[in-house]
């Protein structure tokens, strides 16, 4: 036997997908467990606006992504060091700069449909 950091995908336990674990446990979701799935998803989204919810449309989704990633970006000095490096610019202006993106990340909204 080999040890387990040389072990190949290979050597693996043949297992039906989805039936059991390995400590022969049931895997599959039951109704109860996807409600309660589904039910903390819901609390997770009324509480935090990044997280969408059952309306949000492509573009709102794509902002919010955007705008986390700035947020990621502008907080982590060694990112804004790397970006200013690579842009040839100095910090404060990357900084300036992702600010200004954060307002229209991906241009102007799509125009609704009236119903």
Same mark, same amino acid.
């Given at each position: 036997? !080999?040890?387990?950091?040389?072990? /190949?995908? !290979?050597?693996?336990?043949? &297992? ?37 919810? *059952?309306?949000?449309? /492509?573009?709102?989704?794509? &902002? ?19 970006? *200013? ?26 125009? !609704?449909?009236?119903?």
């Amino acid at each position: 036997r !080999r040890p387990r950091s040389v072990r /190949r995908a !290979r050597d693996a336990p043949r &297992v039906a997908a989805g039936a059991h674990s390995k400590h022969g446990r049931n895997t599959m979701a039951t109704a109860a467990d996807r409600f309660n799935i589904n039910s903390q998803l819901e609390h997770l989204q009324s509480r935090y606006v990044g997280t969408g919810h *059952a309306d949000t449309n /492509r573009f709102e989704w794509a &902002v919010n992504i955007h705008r986390d990633s700035y947020a990621s970006y502008y907080g982590h000095h060694t990112m804004l060091q790397y970006f *200013a490096i690579a842009e040839n610019e100095s910090i404060g202006r990357v900084k300036y700069n992702m600010m200004q993106k954060m307002l229209l990340p991906c241009g102007l909204p799509p125009e !609704r449909e009236e119903e």
